[in-house]
């Protein structure tokens, strides 16, 4: 199984509708995929139809009664709008996390969500995790956890600022966990017409470089009714400008797992 998370401290830069997006389109190879929504604002559960103010499993019971044994974990497990998708929800409670963890050993509870994924790693071909805008105990759950990260980064002044925080802070909970992960940062809600746009994608090429995906994810209305119908918009509508984006960077992502692209290519892609 291969994890990959989408994370920006920034709220609204497109994390929730990636991870959905890129669910759409993996659906449809019909390998089964496993959603995580480590937000405690649990966008991502709302997005599959829970409510995360009524949710008593998910995420928050690894937490409160750990656990790494398979059937335990999987009993947590939700089915999803999604075909061969399945969710680890979140819920409100989730906010309350770092408070109760607190300095007493934050670091014993780093490993929490990778464990319960591990757990069940056998059942999926691909996890997706959502992650909150805050660095905290479920982020560093996150970073533990993946082999990919991915950091959706809305085209604007204001997001590259917040970028060079997100960046930061990569280091730094990195070096703690002693383990580091390829990331791609991959500019979202891009509107071709402004320059304001095209002057931050610019820029952002200019200080990430190779880190930054060749393409965009364009600006497309069609994703706000498609969360509001709780689907991915590239099975609704697959053929979407925004669909269409996102099954681009699907198959670059495959790529880059399978070995394919360098550095390098990432630019040229553009
Ligand atoms: N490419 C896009 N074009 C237009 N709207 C988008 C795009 N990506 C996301 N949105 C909308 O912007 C809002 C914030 O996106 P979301 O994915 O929830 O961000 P985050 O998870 O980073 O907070 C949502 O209403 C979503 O439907
Ligand atoms: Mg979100």
Not at 18 to 37: C, E, M, P, W, Y
Request: aromatic share 8%; hydrophobic share 40%.
């Amino acid at each position: 199984m291969k994890t990959w998370a989408c994370i920006n401290q920034k709220g609204g830069v497109g994390k929730t509708t990636s991870v959905v997006s890129l669910a759409g389109h993996l659906s449809k190879t019909g390998q089964r995929l496993l959603l995580i929504d480590l937000d405690p604002h649990g966008s991502l559960s709302s997005y599959m139809g829970y409510n995360p103010d009524e949710m008593e499993t998910g995420i928050y019971s690894l937490f409160s009664e750990p656990t790494s044994n398979p059937a335990d974990v999987a009993r947590l497990l939700l089915p999803t709008p999604i075909e061969n998708t399945y969710l680890f929800a979140a819920s409100t409670a989730l906010a309350t996390l770092d408070r109760q963890i607190g300095s007493e050993q934050g670091a014993g509870k780093g490993l929490v969500v990778a464990k319960a994924i591990e757990a069940v790693a056998d059942k999926f071909a691909y996890g997706l995790i959502d992650c909150p805008p805050m660095l905290g105990i479920l982020m560093i759950n996150a970073l533990a956890a993946c082999d990919q990260l991915l950091i959706p980064a809305q085209t604007d002044y204001l997001t590259l600022t917040g970028l060079e925080r997100m960046m930061h802070t990569l280091e730094m909970v990195e070096k703690s966990l002693h383990k580091k992960t390829p990331y791609m940062i991959v500019p979202t809600m891009y509107d071709v017409r402004t320059r304001a746009c095209q002057e931050a994608l610019h820029k952002m090429k200019e200080t990430y470089r190779y880190n930054v995906w060749g393409s965009v994810i364009p600006i497309d209305t069609r994703f706000r009714d498609a969360s509001k119908r709780g689907v991915p918009l590239p099975t609704v509508a697959p053929y979407a400008r925004g669909s269409l984006a996102y099954k681009k960077l699907l198959n670059f992502l495959l790529g880059i797992q399978d070995g394919k692209h360098g550095a390098e290519e990432r630019q040229q892609t553009a």
